[in-house]
C-alpha cells in the first residue's frame, strides 16, 4: 500500500509537469531560434543570447506589451515544434516560401537577403561558379532552403548536410569540402568578423524575402507581429539593429568570440548536469517498467499469454525503431513538455532493453531451483523473491549496466527538442569560439569520465560473479 502511494504520487506530479504551463504563459511572447547562426543568433561572452534575431524578438515583444521568453532548438525541428504549438513564431530568419506557406503565415518581410556559394580562399578545386560544381561536395544545413535548391536545381553536386553552419565552417577551413551555400550576410560576417579563409564566388544564387512564420490559427498575432515590424521600418529601430551586426564597423566584436572561460565552464557544466538528470530519472523509469515486462516475456502459455504478446510486440516496436522518431513523437504528438518527453522516451527505451536482459536472466536460471522451492512449500511469490529473482538478476547485472551506458549517451539526442543538453551547449560555444576539436574533445572526456567508471564497474561484477561459481546459472 506504502509504495503504491508513492507510485500514485509520482505517476500524478509527472502528469502535473507534463501539462505544467507557467501561469504567466499568455502574456509571453514564446519565439524559438537555434543559437548556433551568428550573428543572427548566437551566444555573447556571457552565454547569453545575443544577435540580430535575438533584438529584432525582443523589440517585437516590447510593442506588442508582451514578455520576451527565446527558446534555443535545433533547425531541422524548429517548423514541427511551432505547428505543435510549443511557442508562438519563429524569429530565425526562416525564408518564406510556398511550400512553408502551405503550413504557416508569415509576417512581412523583416529583412531581404540571398544564397551566396563561398569556397575557400585557396581554391583547391578552382571552381568560380556554382556550375563548376559538379560531383564535388558543397555543405549546407539540413532542413534549409539552400539544400531544396541544390538538388532541385543542380542535382550533379554532391549536397553535404550537417546540423550547423559551425560545422560547416570547420570542414572548409579543413578543406574536406569544396565549399558551402548560406545566407550572403552569415558568409560576409565569417569573413570580416571571425576571419575565416573564406571568399564568395560567383553571383548571388537566388534572393529571399526572412519572414516570421506563425500558425495559422493566429491571425491576431500576426497582425500584432506585422504593426510591430512597420513600427520599427518607420521610426528607424529596425535599420538601428541591422547596422549593429552588419554595420562597416566591428560592433559585435566585443561581444562573440571572447566568452569567458567561466562561462565556457558553467555552460558545459549545467548542460551535463542536465544530461545526467535525464539519464537518472529515465534509468529509474526504465527499470521499474522492465522488471514486469520482462517476467511477462517469459511467459508464453497459461492465462498471461495474452499479455505476453501484448508486451512482446510493445517491446519489439521500441528495439526496432530509431529513438530519435520516439522523441519526436512523444513530444509533437503527445504534446508533452520537452523534460518529462525526454525523460518518459528514453525511460521507456530503456525498458525495452532491460526487459530483454531481465527476460534472458530469468530464463536461464534452472528451472529445478524453481521446483526446488515449490517442494518446500515456498508461495509463488516467495519462489520468485527469494530463489529465482536473485540468481537472474545477479546474471543480467553487466548487460544491464550496458543499458545504463548506452542510455546515457543517448541523452545526446534530447537536444532536437530544445533541451540545452551538453552537446547543445557544447555547439553553442563552438559558434563563437570556432574551436569543435577542443569541445567536442572535452564533452567526449566528460561522458568518458562517467561511463569508464561504469564499465569498469561492470567488468568488476562479472568477474565477482565468475568467482563465486555462478557463472553458468
Known sequence: MHYARIILTLTLAFLALAGHRPAAAEEEFVTALTGKFPPFSYYDKQGNLAGFDVDVSREIARRINRKSRIIATEWDGILAGLLAEKYDAIIGSMAITPARQESVDFSTPYYHSGAQLFIHRDNPDKVYSIEECGGLA?????????????????????????????????????????GFVTDRLVGAWQIKEASRPFVPVGEMLYKERIGIPVRKDSPELLGQINTALDAMENDGTMQRIHQRY??????????????????????LLKGFAISLSIALAALLLGFILAIPCGLLLTFQRGSLKPLHFLVRGFVDFIRGTPVLIQLLFVWLGLGLSPFPAAILTLGICAMAYM??????????????????????????????????????FRIAIPPLMNCVVALLKDTALVSIISI?????????????????????????????????????LSDRVERSIKAKGFAHD
Open 355 to 392: 526487459a530483454e536482459v531481465i527476460r534472458a536472466g530469468l530464463m536461464s536460471v534452472d528451472p529445478g531451483q524453481d521446483l526446488g522451492a515449490r517442494a518446500l512449500g515456498l508461495s509463488p511469490v516467495d519462489r520468485f523473491r527469494f530463489v529465482v529473482w536473485p540468481q537472474a
Open 246 to 267: 552588419f554595420g562597416l564597423g566591428k560592433t559585435s566584436s566585443s561581444t562573440l568570440g571572447t566568452m569567458q572561460p567561466t562561462v565556457i565552464a558553467t555552460k
Open 420 to 456: 540545452p543538453e551538453l552537446i547543445r551547449e557544447a555547439q553553442s560555444i563552438i559558434s563563437v569560439t570556432f574551436e569543435p576539436g577542443l569541445y567536442y574533445l572535452i564533452t567526449g572526456l566528460m561522458f568518458f569520465a562517467v561511463t569508464f567508471p561504469l564499465m569498469k
Open 138 to 178: 558543397i555543405a549546407v544545413v539540413l532542413g534549409e532552403t539552400y539544400q531544396h535548391f541544390l538538388e532541385k536545381r543542380l542535382p550533379d553536386i554532391q549536397v553535404v548536410t550537417l546540423k550547423s553552419a559551425a560545422e560547416i565552417f570547420a570542414m572548409l577551413e579543413q578543406k574536406r569540402i569544396t
